[in-house]
């Protein structure tokens, strides 16, 4: 469970990372309000870029902390930057490391309860919120971030996504 979570959310929130790098340095080199790419989105209907990046953050931890029975780590509710989303990734990178293996490990059959920012609940067990749940909404959201950069005309590839493949998860 902890490989499924952690050692899936910490890389990806990483690449994340590097994507917001390389959209600070398009910006820069066409002199383009980083704001401006923060705030598109692909659909008018959908989260702008720097809610996109804050939902994928908020799923990895919160479906971690849930994991591992604690509270998760609060961010602010501030509009960021580009800086201070890298710095809320990696808060959230820190968080997810700092959980105990042994507790994740052990909540394949233990129930969690999610708490959806309406304040409605939805009971899980941990292996089916992190599987049915908590994955693909980190995974929707992390995408989304991804191609609207690339439609922005930041330079990415797949590679840039997925990052470097590891040995071990």
Not at 97 to 110: F, K, N, S, V
Not at 135 to 142: G, K, S
């Amino acid at each position: 469970m902890y490989e499924s979570s952690v050692g899936v959310f910490a890389p990806f929130l990483t690449n994340l990372s590097g994507l917001l790098d390389r959209a600070a340095a398009y910006a820069e080199a066409r002199k383009i309000d980083p704001a401006i790419l923060l705030n598109m989105r692909l659909s008018p209907n959908m989260y702008n870029l720097t809610r996109q990046v804050g939902e994928a953050n908020r799923h990895a931890v919160v479906g971690c902390a849930l994991l591992a029975g604690r509270d998760p780590h609060a961010f602010s509710d501030t509009e960021p930057g580009i800086d201070e989303l890298k710095s809320r990734i990696a808060a959230a990178v820190d968080f997810m490391h700092g959980l105990p293996r042994a507790t994740i490990d052990g909540a394949a059959d233990r129930e969690v309860i999610f708490r959806f920012r309406s304040g409605v609940e939805r009971k899980f067990t941990g292996r089916s919120l992190l599987l049915t749940f908590s994955v693909p909404q980190f995974f929707f959201h992390l995408t989304t971030a991804y191609d609207i950069l690339r439609h922005a005309g930041v330079d990415l590839a797949k590679k840039d996504f997925l990052g470097t493949p590891r040995q071990q998860a």
